[in-house]
């Protein structure tokens, strides 16, 4: 299934009828955040349901 992994999550959860999807984030720092997107934050803003992201150490 191509596309990006954002997308991909959402529409799996949407599919499945999921309650609640839980990511790791890496924390990137600002820069590279800005310049390439973070992946649990289009999630979190996308996603219908509860999004939990667990932020690495």
Request: glycine content about 10%.
């Amino acid at each position: 299934m191509p596309g990006h992994p954002a997308e991909i999550l959402i529409h799996i959860a949407e599919e499945g009828y999921y309650d609640l999807i839980v990511v790791a984030d890496k924390g990137m720092g600002g820069v590279k955040r800005f310049l390439m997107g973070s992946i649990s934050e289009a999630v979190a803003r996308y996603a219908k349901c509860p999004v939990l992201i667990i932020k690495s150490k």
